[in-house]
């Protein structure tokens, strides 16, 4: 866990994101806090962490997303050096998935 974020202030942000329980929650939620820009921005660099995780090369994630190979570096270092998150997620989706 990042120390830099941790207060009182994000965990009410993730206990309250922790509440939802269907996409549309999720967007009418995230619609209310986030602009368009901060949403589609967030969308893309999970995209990207997903392509990444599954071995997919910059250049092909770059013709898949559209994003910038300074966002492709981005999340290819919180995939190697960060807490796990993407990972942790990419993983409980994919076994998810597997028992649908």
Do not use: W
């Amino acid at each position: 866990m990042n120390p830099k974020i941790k207060n009182e202030n994000t965990d009410e942000l993730f206990r309250a994101i922790l509440t939802l329980k269907t996409p549309e929650e999720c967007y009418a939620f995230f619609d209310d806090l986030c602009t368009v820009p901060e949403i589609k921005a967030m969308a893309q660099r999970y995209a990207v962490a997903k392509l990444l995780h599954e071995g997919e090369i910059y250049n092909k994630i770059v013709d898949k997303t559209g994003a910038s190979t300074a966002t492709i570096s981005r999340v290819n270092r919180a995939l190697t050096y960060g807490s796990d998150g993407y990972v942790l997620t990419i993983n409980r989706l994919k076994d998810e998935e597997n028992n649908h």
